[in-house]
């Protein structure tokens, strides 16, 4: 998707994606197995991706940089289930009182989606999943038991905690290192791994957004997300506990534990997945070698970025450049 076109131009069956500008719709449409759109750099920058598209689901990587903050929506000709992971940026669904950004989802059920309101200059990166009950046929029996988990009636929306386990997984079909035909098996196999993980957090164990036994308030949920935002700025070389605890006005206790709390994984953890997540897009761009990378992350020993890695993506470094050729 490079742009967007008018709306008098003629809208082929299946969804529609629309903005308002000016009090004028213009459109972005697409049938499910394609995306179609023109105009160019007219509000911003976009690129939609297809990752998978199967008999029962697809999924798509959008990436958005609006000029201005703007409204949107969609209708959707075909019934079906949507996750939105917003794993960059932040988005409103102003209709439904809900905002949507990394740290938390989007699952709904609506033959249409109104008033999205996404802000001025902010990059977002929406990974898309789309379930059609209706053609699952077939499909493990399994699967088929857990769609009657999702809220009944034709029309709901709600979000949830977006687990360090749902992104990690998220995280693999963006970076898949295989070719086809080895591609969409491996893409399909995470698809129902991320579904998995989706009804064993959301029905199973009742996942909520940040609340729990530490009690925080509304100003320290406030300075652990800037707590993120400085370690997101700074992974390479982070601050100490004690210094990043400072920076944020809180105390180690309530910063240690009201971390995990909000966003599921320790500030350490955190920490090493943003590195890694860097050392792989540095090895696909394959401008430094496997010891450069790991120095660039912030390991002095090579041995120890290989161990970190193959923990995190199942490999090491060597065999997923391997696998990159």
């Not at 800037?226 to 070389?237: E, G, S």
Request: glycine letters at 6%; hydrophobic letters at 40%; proline letters at 5%.
């Amino acid at each position: 998707m490079n742009g967007w076109e008018a709306a008098e131009k003629t809208v082929p069956a299946g969804e529609e994606h629309w903005l308002m500008h000016n009090n004028r719709p213009y459109v972005m449409y697409s049938t499910p197995d394609r995306v179609v759109a023109g105009a160019g750099e007219r509000f911003g920058r976009a690129s939609v991706r297809h990752l998978f598209s199967g008999p029962f689901a697809r999924i798509r990587d959008t990436e958005l940089t609006f000029g201005d903050s703007i409204a949107g929506g969609a209708r959707f000709a075909i019934p079906h289930i949507v996750l939105y992971f917003c794993l960059a940026g932040q988005f409103a669904l102003e209709e439904n009182d809900l905002a949507v950004d990394d740290t938390n989802f989007l699952a709904f059920r609506s033959a249409e989606l109104r008033q999205v309101r996404f802000q001025s200059g902010l990059y977002n990166r929406i990974i898309t999943v789309e379930i059609y009950p209706e053609q699952m046929q077939g499909v493990d029996s399994s699967l088929q038991a857990l769609l009657p988990s999702f809220p009944a009636g034709e029309r709901f929306f709600s979000n949830h905690r977006l687990s360090p386990g749902l992104r990690h997984i998220l995280q693999q079909l963006i970076d898949c290192p295989y070719p086809d035909p080895v591609r969409e098996l491996y893409i399909e196999g995470k698809l129902l791994e991320l579904l998995a993980v989706y009804f064993n957090e959301t029905v199973y164990r009742q996942a909520v957004l940040p609340d729990g036994p530490l009690r925080l308030s509304r100003q320290d949920i406030t300075s652990l997300q800037q707590a993120r935002q400085l370690l997101d700025r700074n992974f390479i070389t982070p601050p100490t506990l004690a210094g990043l605890a400072r920076m944020v006005c809180l105390n180690e206790f309530k910063l240690k534990n009201g971390f995990k709390q909000v966003f599921g994984q320790t500030v350490h953890s955190y920490v090493v997945d943003k590195r890694l997540e860097l050392a792989v897009r540095l090895l696909t761009e394959k401008k430094l070698n496997i010891g450069e990378v790991a120095s660039h992350i912030g390991y002095a020993n090579a041995s120890y970025f290989a161990l970190a890695f193959r923990k995190k993506n199942g490999i090491n470094p060597r065999e997923y450049l391997a696998q990159r050729e």
